[in-house]
């Protein structure tokens, strides 16, 4: 049947995998030539198709190509998510797109939901007849060329083994696994073959402490965790494992622990719940039957920071999540015209313990049957041309890091860049913070040699994929702004009331409508869910970002506005860094604020009371910073730790937070209006303090 009135709409690369994979039948009548459509030029195919039976069909370039799937949602969202949808294999194609509705009475966020399909089938299973023996996982180890390259037939192999594994560990439909890795194709492999068999995967960052596991273990529930015996970074090594254990020493449901070797070092395992991931895998069958998933089966649960002190489970689903890191990666990674996707080699350096990593290391990539990096090492090791010495060693077309990163090996001289051949690299990309003039130029200039786009894509946890980005060919680029919304993104500002903001402006980010790789619910808390994201400005999602819009509608995230900070693009909740010190016995009360900082973005500035009678000194300054560290991760160590005879606070006992941001940042003249405290006084102590610190 047909489906909407439109014509289809789509590249030369995706018109000849269309025909490849067969989902194009016959073209029936190429009209051939250039045709100028209300949407831009290109050419026009009648073709008779599996999808969508005998079908109009426009191959348009991309510019144009992204200008008629604006107008084709705007004339019809339905069809057009339906045709998008089939960028995907599906065991039952769905009939529905967007079920979805930000308002109390009916709120839900729902897409595709009658399809069904399986995530490890679409980056896998479907890629074999045309891309078997064409590499995967390029993975590129923490010394620099220790690595191996996996083609999807092996990858393939691998995960269903594992699957295999899982399976006769009790794991089925809907369990939790948490995985707590190095960056190894071990990591993609586990994600993978939980997809395969319906297991909610959860990765933790291997640079959280025992508690921070043990939290989200015991949050989802998990009954299995996989790890490896330690991780290696910058030449040291990380004791997984032995985190592992300390975590479970906590009770927990964890009955199975799975241990790959990494190092090859030294740890116990314990008889009856651990196993080697080598002998679980030895004598399994390396065929595993898919499990077919609804679209709005949970595919993962990826745990990120609030305003409060506990982390949320942010849960996506199947369908629409594939989906949405399938078409981004393509418009924003995909293959220039008459090329192959595999003809780049794409490295994300994020680390799959964050939703990047995910999304564009594994998923999105795979999925369009592309060539991935997986890279378990730092970029200052073993010295500061690492990234480039790399890039240039496997030949890396497209490469996309966080600005933190940028700006540190910026400190370090352009000649650990210039000394490297970066001629194969022909696209850039950042993500996680703004990214500031300076940095952008030198990216720009030096390492993209002045001719290379640069992508800055805005987006979050909850948002799956990028929302706001330029298309490479398409979108004119601005330094610092991470342009427009993609297709069938609807951003909003609004002021403090929630009233929508016309023209060029600055305000609060919101989207006023659902996409498909939205998170659909906070894993066992609904109800925080909807408190957290759609009741501030009710009827939209409130992404807790500030940003401004210029006169060409771009947008420039000017941060978070909320009680989230942003540190080295690893995000944190204030309340969890002060939940963190006010473990200590000598501790009163501890106020954590964000500052800015040259390299890091943000740093870390606590303000910290002690009890009464209690003196403050350099070794426990010392202590709270350990004790920082063993409860979260290394990354949240503060920066600053100020001892505070007393924190300015109103009346009604509220810490005013402004007020210390302002003093964190150095800036005390502009600490505004001081009267309603309680004890106006304070505020010149701390500054008075801050000054002489
Ligand atoms: C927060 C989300 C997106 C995956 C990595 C971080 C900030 C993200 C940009 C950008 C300016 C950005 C926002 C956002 N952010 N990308 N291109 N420009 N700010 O995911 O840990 O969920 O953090 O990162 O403040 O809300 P996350």
């Known amino acids: 049947g047909t489906i909407g009135t439109t014509p289809v709409y789509i590249g030369a690369a995706q018109f000849a995998a269309w025909k490849h994979t067969q989902l194009i039948l016959d073209v029936v009548e190429g009209r051939g030539g250039m045709f100028s459509l209300d949407n831009g030029t290109g050419r026009r195919f009648l073709v008779r198709s599996r999808a969508y039976g005998e079908r109009e069909i426009a191959m348009l370039h991309k510019a144009d190509r992204l200008r008629a799937m604006q107008a084709s949602i705007e004339s019809d969202a339905d069809s057009f998510w339906l045709v998008e949808a089939h960028r995907l294999d599906w065991s039952t194609f769905p009939t529905k797109a967007d079920e979805s509705s930000f308002d109390h009475a009916d709120f839900g966020i729902r897409w595709f939901a009658d399809g069904e399909l399986n995530v490890s089938v679409n980056c896998l299973d479907r890629h074999l007849d045309t891309r078997g023996d064409q590499p995967a996982i390029v993975f590129e180890g923490d010394e620099p060329g220790e690595g191996r390259t996996l083609t999807y037939r092996e990858l393939h192999g691998h995960v269903c083994r594992f699957a295999n594994v899982l399976k006769a560990n009790g794991i089925g439909k809907g369990d939790r696994v948490i995985l707590y890795m190095p960056m190894v194709p071990e990591a993609a492999i586990a994600m993978l073959a939980c997809a395969r068999i319906g297991a909610v995967h959860s990765v933790v960052f291997g640079g959280f402490s025992p508690d921070s596991l043990a939290d989200r273990i015991a949050d989802c529930g998990a009954t299995l965790v996989v790890t490896a015996d330690e991780g290696t970074r910058g030449g040291k090594r990380i004791a997984l494992k032995a985190n592992v254990d300390s975590a479970l020493e906590r009770a927990s449901d964890v009955d199975t622990v799975i241990v790959m070797q990494r190092t090859g070092g030294d740890v116990a395992m314990r008889e009856g719940r651990d196993i080697w991931w080598e002998d679980a895998c030895a004598d399994v069958s390396d065929e595993c039957p898919p499990e077919a998933m609804n679209a709005e089966d949970p595919l993962f649960i990826l745990y990120t920071s609030g305003s409060t002190g506990k982390p949320k489970g942010v849960l996506h689903t199947t369908g629409g999540y594939l989906l949405w890191s399938t078409l981004t990666y393509d418009l924003l990674f995909g293959p220039e015209e008459g090329k192959d996707v595999a003809d780049d080699l794409f490295w994300c350096t994020a680390d799959v313990g964050w939703i990047t990593g995910h999304t564009y290391v594994v998923y999105g990539p795979l999925s369009n049957g592309a060539r991935t990096v997986m890279f378990d090492g730092v970029p200052s090791y073993p010295d500061p041309g690492r990234l480039w010495e790399t890039s240039q060693r496997l030949g890396v077309t497209i490469f996309y890091t966080a600005p933190t990163a940028i700006r540190a090996l910026m400190r370090q001289g352009d000649r650990w860049v210039t000394r490297h051949d970066l001629s194969s690299i022909r696209l850039l990309g950042t993500v996680g913070e703004p990214i500031n003039h300076e940095a952008w130029e030198w990216y720009h200039d030096i390492v993209g040699r002045g001719e290379c786009p640069i992508v800055d894509t805005w987006w979050q946890t909850e948002t799956g994929g990028a929302l706001i980005a330029p298309v490479p060919g398409a979108t004119e680029t601005k330094p610092g702004s991470a342009t427009l919304p993609l297709p069938g993104v609807q951003p909003e500002l609004v002021d403090g009331e929630g009233h929508v903001l016309a023209r060029a402006t600055q305000g609060n980010l919101v989207l006023t409508r659902s996409w498909p790789g939205q998170m659909r619910t906070i894993f066992a808390d609904h109800d925080r869910f909807f408190q957290t994201y759609f009741s501030t400005f009710p009827g939209t999602y409130f992404t807790g970002d500030g940003a401004r819009r210029d006169e060409d509608g771009y947008y420039w995230i000017t941060g978070r506005v909320d009680d989230v900070i942003n540190v080295s693009g690893h995000r944190m909740g204030t309340a969890e860094v002060e939940n963190a ?35 403050p000194s350099d070794a426990l300054r010392q202590e709270l910073r350990d004790l920082v560290r063993s409860e979260i991760g290394p990354f949240a160590t503060p920066d600053v730790i100020q001892f505070a005879p007393d924190l300015p606070k109103t009346r009604s006992g509220k810490i005013m937070r402004r007020v210390l941001r302002k003093i964190a940042e150095g800036k005390p003249d502009e600490v505004g209006d001081t009267s309603t405290l309680a004890d106006p006084a304070v505020v010149d102590v701390l500054v008075a303090h801050r000054m002489a610190s």
């Not at 900082?597 to 870390?604: A, C, S, T």
């Open 581 to 615: 010190l006010d473990e200590h016995v000598l501790v009163a009360e501890a106020a954590v604020v964000g500052m800015p900082h040259d390299i890091k973005g943000q740093g870390i500035h606590a303000f910290v009371t002690l009890k009464a009678g209690e003196e």
